[in-house]
């Protein structure tokens, strides 16, 4: 899990299944890394995502992935 204080509070990142989704980064609560992507965990939900893992800190920083 990053820690991070940054003025992004949404990121739009595709999902497994290729759509667009919006995550609001002040309600995920772990992020961890998939064998082919990243997890982003929030109350009852859990987004499956292509981003590598990797990109993640600069996602968290306002950058793209």
Known sequence: MFNYSSEVKWIRVTD???????????KVERISRASDGSIFEFANTVIQ?????????????????
């Open 16 to 26: 497994i299944d290729g759509d667009l989704v919006w995550i609001n980064l002040e």
């Open 49 to 65: 995502t292509i981003v590598p893992f990797e990109k993640i800190p600069e996602l968290l920083s306002g950058g793209t992935a």
